[in-house]
Nanobody
Framework: VQLQASGGGLVQAGDSLRLSCAAS???????LGWFRQAPGREREFVAA???????YYADSVQGRFTISRNNAKNTVYLQMNSLKPEDTAVYYC?????????????????WGQGTQVTVSS
């Protein structure tokens, strides 16, 4: 499985941005998720989605971010609204078999390269 993230950029506070992550290989049954890592901080869970559409969110993004997936296109999306400067980070997509705590990076077997999101105040 290979993952390719895209869609990052520089935006202002309050703006929206949509990240995409295209997966190659058999990912239909995998949980697809997003993590982020800000400078000097540990990688943290953002959101995840199961093959059946069940979603999970970190408290810090609940109500502002929406994760979705298109199984036919092997793609997962992260719609980010009402962005804040504290959302600035490198965002990573990942795939998990779904058998462990989805908020933990150790639960994920495959990782894409990061895409930078910068939110200016």
């Amino acid at each position: 499985v290979q993952l390719q993230a895209s869609g990052g950029g520089l935006v202002q506070a309050g703006d929206s941005l949509r990240l995409s992550c295209a997966a190659s290989g058999r990912t239909f049954s995998y949980v697809l998720g997003w993590f982020r890592q800000a400078p000097g901080r540990e990688r943290e869970f953002v959101a995840a989605i199961r093959w059946n559409g069940r979603t999970y969110y970190a408290d810090s993004v609940q109500g502002r971010f929406t994760i979705s997936r298109n199984n036919a296109k092997n793609t997962v999306y992260l719609q980010m609204n009402s962005l804040k400067p504290e959302d600035t980070a490198v965002y990573y997509c990942a795939a998990s078999s779904g058998l462990a705590d989805l908020a933990l990076s150790d639960a994920y077997d495959y990782w894409g390269q990061g895409t930078q999101v910068t939110v200016s105040s």
